[in-house]
């Protein structure tokens, strides 16, 4: 079955930086990824969905990328400041029921 | 903006008791979810919902699980006979339709002693 690896260790950067999250999936390419992100208690809110015919996809700071020959997302912040600190989530649909399965999520710490 | 709101927050509860979970999705949504939490761990799909039927379940949803939308905005999530390991955050979600992006409520913990 498909599965969906994202870096489970924590990324610190510094404030201004660009972080840069990655997403790793198995087997054949998802029709599209969607990152969300989330905060410690909350729910997890989405950001971005890119589909498997497009290169990259971008929301003022956030770009994503979709590589379906390395099977990998990347999630780019540009201009990182601490409030883009929380833990962000890469998903895919496996069926046509809307499910989406997500990753276990990298949190990122932004130091001002 | 719209938004998906769960009822309670936090949920104590005794091992064996039944517990409902309350959700009122976005109104002109169609498609319904519950996902769930363990402390630490990565959210996990539970059911989907659609045209007032699961569409596809975990195997997590056994039949300890029920889902109901008993009227036109509220989505439920009764859980049996509850275990200690059912301890969780208890996400339900909406959205447009299944290519859509999902949209949260901000779940219910749900804590059994």
């Known amino acids: 079955s498909q599965k969906i690896e994202q870096n489970s260790e924590a990324l610190n950067i510094q404030e201004g930086k660009t972080a840069t999250l990655t997403c790793n999936y198995t087997?054949?390419?998802?029709?599209?990824l969607q990152w969300y992100r989330q905060d410690p208690g909350r729910g997890p809110v989405f950001l971005l969905l890119?589909?498997?015919?497009?290169k990259e996809k971008r929301k003022e700071r956030l770009k994503v990328t979709f590589d379906t020959t390395l099977k990998q997302s990347l999630f780019h912040i540009t201009a990182s400041q601490p409030a883009d600190s929380a833990t962000y989530l890469c998903?895919?649909?496996?069926?046509?029921?809307?499910?989406?399965?997500f990753g276990q999520g990298t949190t990122l710490q932004v130091k001002p | 903006e719209p938004e998906v709101t769960q009822t309670p927050s936090h949920q104590v509860t005794q091992m064996g008791q039944e517990v409902i979970l309350r959700c009122v999705p976005i109104?002109?949504?169609?498609?319904f979810y519950w996902y769930r939490q363990i402390l630490g761990q990565k959210v996990e799909f539970l059911v989907s919902?659609?045209?007032?039927?699961?569409?596809?379940k975990s195997e997590i949803f056994d039949d300890q699980f029920s889902v109901e939308r008993p009227d036109g905005s509220n989505f439920t999530l009764k859980i049996r006979s509850t275990k200690l390991e059912d301890s969780a955050m208890y996400f339900c979600?909406?959205?447009?339709?299944?290519?859509?992006?999902?949209?949260f409520g901000n779940g219910t913990r749900l804590t059994v002693t």
């Open positions: 890119i589909r498997e015919n497009e």
């Open positions: 919902f659609y045209n007032n039927e699961i569409s596809e």
């Open positions: 998903a895919h649909s496996s069926s046509n029921t809307g499910k989406l399965i």
């Open positions: 087997n054949y390419s998802p029709a599209y």
């Open positions: 109104s002109n949504h169609l498609y």
């Open positions: 979600a909406s959205s447009e339709d299944r290519n859509s992006p999902l949209h």
